[in-house]
């Protein structure tokens, strides 16, 4: 047992090495595609839709990863918002898109799930599913489904973000 005081010294130091080296929260990106697919749809929304850019630097000033990926349906949703969890810095969410999806549509999509996404970033009082559940059901209306919330918001993020593709594409682009 002699050398347990050491390990723990050296755990300790390893700590604060570490946080002195981590880069300042404002440069850590919030919004993380985890697959080249989803890659892409940030990328064009980025460029072509104000309104997803203005939710992506909202997000910028708060304090939560956003993971988005593309896959199969979940359940009947052609996207999804989870919350995963918190650390002592970040709070994090997980974006599902559905697959079978147009590109263009899955931007919107996107931009309706990053609604949702400023709606927790800018609730700090949401910190677990518990917490989580309960924001949706004070401040969303039940959805169609056991367990599904929604907000007009949302709804108008996602018609906003597709009405800017639209604009700058014409009609029937990108499918
Ligand atoms: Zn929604």
């Known amino acids: 047992m002699a050398g347990l ?26 919004l993380r595609p985890l697959d ?27 304090d939560l990863i956003v993971y988005v990926a593309v896959g199969p349906r979940v359940a009947t949703a052609s996207g999804a918002l989870r919350f995963v ?11 599902s898109l559905d697959q079978s999806l147009t590109n263009t549509e899955l931007v919107a999509v996107l931009g309706h799930e990053l609604q949702h996404a400023v709606e927790v970033a800018e609730s700090p ?10 924001y949706y059901q004070q401040q969303g209306e039940v959805g169609s489904e056991i367990g599904r919330f929604e907000t007009e918001a949302a709804r108008r993020a996602g018609r ?16």
Do not use: M, N, Q, Y
């Open 85 to 95: 969890g918190t650390s002592a810095t970040f709070r994090f969410v997980h974006v």
């Open 36 to 62: 080249t697919w989803s890659k892409a749809l940030v990328a064009r929304g980025l460029e072509k839709s104000p309104t997803f850019r203005a939710l992506v630097d909202r997000l910028a000033r708060a």
């Open 160 to 175: 906003r973000v597709r009405e800017d593709l639209a604009g700058r594409e014409g009609p029937g682009a990108g499918r």
């Open 5 to 30: 005081p050491f390990v723990v010294c050296a755990l300790a130091l390893a700590g604060s090495v570490t946080a002195t080296l981590s880069p300042p929260k404002a440069a850590i990106p919030r």
């Open 125 to 134: 009082d949401v910190r677990d599913l518990e917490s989580f559940r309960r």
